[in-house]
């Protein structure tokens, strides 16, 4: 009989040992969850974003975790970049840089139907204050804010490795994101609601707040497993300002700054986008962004008279030289040939021609002088900029037709050996196998490696030669950046083998 008591009461301290350390693990994905919400309530839509909020908040989360260092830099007055830092046993390894945009874009008050704004002043010092303190709240983690820009933190949190001269590990987030237009939203886009099934609807719970909680959540969880524990190589975060925008105030002035140098990044992870599928995705490029402007110059004259060359004429034929160009381009997207980060867009963004009248209108039997249009064009870097220009200069704009151009490129085409901005994903790039296989430790599967159809901070490390390459753990998940009632579910986020288990091992394994 005593022998059946002390089995009873040895199931029961199983069974209550495991009911606590289930009740434990969902109160840490709770509170990771709810730490997720606060960071997406920090609104750091341009014009005028305020980085101090989101570095500060980064700042503190990072602290709060074990072996976490934290740096912020000031490339750009009142623009902080923040890093974080977990230094490795051997520092003298190439470190790991993952990256994440702290801004967002502007919005048009005239589209609202509130002020998007209202009695709250946007501005990045909300989300640095809410990350610094949640890096605060990771023992081990130390916090630096740099204010490379006026106003525009950057906020870096780093946890030192075992080995502090081998090249460390960046990990970034930026802390921007773009406009919302809340009445087509079904909630607040800022208010981060959870419904029951678990989606919270948020401006940047895709692009890219989500990894910004991801990174420090995945080291708290490390550093609750195990106290003690010390990367091989130095561990770095950056939340940065302004990537929305380009991140001239941010990325750019960061890496050329004392503070990156010094920090001898070995590889660098930023943010990717979401898969409909089981599977994660990974890019290894952006396409490069060209704001083009072509101009046509004419005789103006009386609305009922006919002329050749017209300004009008002039650009109607350049518009359509140009057209023809992007369904060709198109037509290979559609014939499956290649997707459509890989082929040359040329999107007519506006017109602008006539003779106003004075009274808002155009004079409608002038013809003007001058007309213009403007293209977004993209390139891929496995195309030539050169012969695009030659293109543009003798197609779509040719001086024959009284044309003229003007190309403004927003960021780096090739690295600093005139190489096409790519990052290996095969052998030949030993930071792509610990990557990879972390992943699949995880329980996670990556598709074919990507071009991102769009562009990100990444470019800035590619064109120093540093390994860099975009992943954000968001499977079986809706493409919702930059949309209307942009969400992400909490288990795609915190859920078994999802997004802080996957960077728990990847961080562990670099």
């Given amino acids: 009989m005593l022998h059946h008591y002390f089995i009873l009461l040895m199931l029961l301290l199983i069974a209550t040992t495991t009911l606590t350390t289930s009740l434990s693990q969902k109160q840490a994905e709770l509170d990771a969850v709810t730490r997720f919400q606060q960071y997406l309530r920090i609104n750091t839509a341009h014009p005028n974003p305020d980085y101090s909020a989101p570095v500060s908040y980064l700042n503190g989360l990072a602290k709060s975790i074990p072996n976490l260092r934290t740096r912020t830099l000031y490339l750009t007055p009142n623009k902080p970049l923040l890093l974080v830092t977990l230094y490795g046993s051997k520092p003298l390894l190439p470190s790991i840089l993952l990256n994440s945009h702290m801004d967002s874009v502007p919005a048009e008050p005239a589209k609202w139907s509130h002020p998007p704004f209202s009695a709250v002043k946007t501005d990045y010092s909300a989300p640095v204050s809410y990350l610094n303190d949640l890096a605060n709240s990771i023992p081990n983690l130390r916090t630096r804010t740099l204010y490379l820009t006026p106003n525009k933190p950057l906020l870096l949190v780093t946890l030192y490795g075992s080995k502090p001269l081998l090249p460390s590990i960046l990990l970034n987030s930026h802390m921007d994101s773009v406009p919302a237009e809340p009445a087509k939203w079904s909630h607040p886009p800022f208010s981060a609601v959870k419904t029951e099934d678990g989606k919270i609807f948020a401006r940047g719970a895709q692009d890219d707040k989500c990894i910004a909680i991801q990174y420090l959540e995945a080291l708290r969880n490390i550093m609750e497993e195990d106290p003690f524990f010390k990367p091989v190589r130095t561990v770095h975060i950056c939340y940065v300002p302004d990537e929305e925008i380009g991140g001239f105030d941010g990325m750019a002035k960061f890496v050329e700054s004392d503070e990156f140098k010094e ?219 930059h949309d209307h009632n942009e969400y992400l579910k909490d288990t795609v986020v915190f859920g078994r083998n999802k997004g802080i288990r996957v960077h728990h091992q990847i961080i562990e394994f670099l």
């Fill in 263 to 481: 920090m001898n990044v070995g590889f660098f992870l930023d943010e990717g986008q979401a898969s409909t599928n089981d599977k994660y995705r990974v890019f290894y490029a952006d396409r490069s962004p060209w704001n083009l402007v072509i101009k046509a110059v004419g005789v103006p004259g009386h609305g009922s008279r006919m002329y050749d060359n017209s300004a009008m004429e002039n650009l109607m034929k350049s518009v359509e030289v140009v057209s023809k160009f992007r369904e060709n381009q198109f037509d290979l997207v559609k014939a499956g040939v290649l997707p459509n980060s890989e082929v040359i867009s040329a999107n007519p963004v506006y017109l602008k021609a006539g003779t106003p009248s004075g009274d808002g209108n155009f004079a409608m039997n002038m013809q003007p002088s001058e007309a213009e249009a403007g293209y977004d064009v993209r390139l891929p870097p496995t195309v030539d900029p050169d012969l695009l220009k030659k293109r543009i200069a003798e197609e779509w704009a040719p001086a024959t037709r009284n044309m003229t151009y003007h190309i403004i490129e927003k960021g780096p085409l090739r690295d600093y050996l005139g190489r096409p901005l790519m990052t290996a994903t095969n052998e030949s790039n030993p930071w792509w196998a610990v990557l990879k296989n972390a992943i699949e430790v995880s329980g996670g599967e990556l598709s074919k490696p990507e071009m991102l159809a769009s562009t990100t901070d990444a470019k800035y490390l590619r064109q120093l030669g540093i390994p860099a390459l975009g992943f954000s753990p968001m499977k079986n998940t809706p493409i919702l950046l």
